[in-house]
């Protein structure tokens, strides 16, 4: 089975910070998600990738921008975080839906 | 926009019971289902897949799909406490990420 790790569990950081939160995945998968998690909106998707140097919008890409320079390496970058952006951050990769995919233990980000 | 509803419970169950948790999707083109676990403050943690209508089970889990109902479940056979958490119906089309519901809360009484 895949193993996605994701670098932080917690993180505090100012507004206005460029922030980054990394996500490795073990495999030589390559479908790769970013999601937030919230209380009563549940499980948002951010971006996702399937190939390096690839990526894709979902449905809430706004304040966010995504990299994928190695396949099993896929960052979310706050370009200017704002307090609208504390959040649970969860990663997730596997090899693609017919096999669902795992996350990653999540990043919990306060924006303060 | 693709929508996935569930029941947001808690959905209270006793122990050595039968729990049914319940899931409707929007998209006729959804291709993949999925289960997830999320225990409080934990990541949620695939349980079961389920591809083509009818019941597919796993020990005592038993995923149900219904696609002219646009209608998944999940059947959990002789509950035990360890299954008190929140499920999330998670559906799929293309490789295009996954569409989550926002949960069930279970709750497994001894």
């Known amino acids: 089975d895949v193993k996605v790790t994701q670098s932080s569990r917690y993180l505090v950081k100012r507004t206005g910070e460029k922030v980054f939160l990394e996500c490795v995945q073990d495999?030589?998968?390559?479908?790769m998600f970013w999601y937030r998690q919230d209380p009563g909106l549940g499980l948002r998707l951010i971006y996702f990738s399937y190939d390096v140097k690839m990526k894709e919008k979902g449905d809430i890409p706004e304040g966010y921008s995504v990299s994928r320079e190695k396949k099993e390496r896929f960052s979310l970058i706050l370009e200017s975080a704002s307090t609208n952006q504390t959040s649970m951050y969860l990663c997730?990769?596997?090899?693609?839906?017919?096999?669902?995919?795992?996350f990653g233990s999540g990043t919990r980000l306060t924006v303060v | 926009q693709k929508e996935v509803e569930q029941n947001s419970g808690p959905l209270s169950v006793p122990e050595g019971a039968i729990a049914s948790l319940n899931c409707t999707y929007s998209d006729r083109g959804s291709q993949s289902f999925f289960w997830y676990r999320q225990y409080s403050g934990k990541s949620p943690e695939l349980i079961m897949s389920?591809?083509?209508?009818g019941d597919k089970e796993d020990g005592r889990f038993t995923a149900q799909l219904n696609k002219a109902s646009q209608y998944v479940s999940l059947l959990i056979r002789d509950s035990q406490p360890s299954d008190s958490a929140t499920y999330l119906c998670?559906?799929?089309?293309?490789?295009?990420?996954?569409?989550f519901g926002k949960g069930t809360h279970l709750i497994i009484q001894p």
């Open positions: 998670a559906v799929g089309a293309r490789d295009d990420g996954l569409t």
């Open positions: 495999m030589d998968h390559e479908n």
């Open positions: 997730a990769g596997g090899r693609g839906l017919g096999y669902g995919y795992t």
């Open positions: 389920i591809y083509s209508n």
